[in-house]
């Protein structure tokens, strides 16, 4: 993690993966699509139902870095956080549906 509290891998919540899907506007089908994660899988862990895999989290990282979800987390300020990066340049976000 560097110092701005940002991390490439980390423990994203139910409500983190929630807010990422909301913030780029694709369903748990897309998500299931572009993660190659069971939907099952997916509604299970954002019901909080249980808690990913490793695997299936670093499947579901991917998916959500590659449209430009980052995730935040600080320990020290107790918050996390979801966000959109936007295109170099240009102020409109490049999410992909």
Known sequence: MNNLGYTNFFMISAAQCRAAR??????????????????ASITDFERGLRAPQKRTL???LAAFEARGVVFHRD???G???????????????????
Do not use: M
């Open 22 to 39: 909301a913030l780029i506007e694709i369903s748990q089908d897309d998500l299931a699509a572009a993660s190659g994660v069971s939907k």
């Open 58 to 60: 670093r499947d579901l």
């Open 79 to 97: 918050l996390i956080g979801v966000s959109l990066k936007t295109a170099v340049g240009q102020g409109s976000a490049y999410a992909s549906t």
């Open 75 to 77: 320990e020290e300020q």
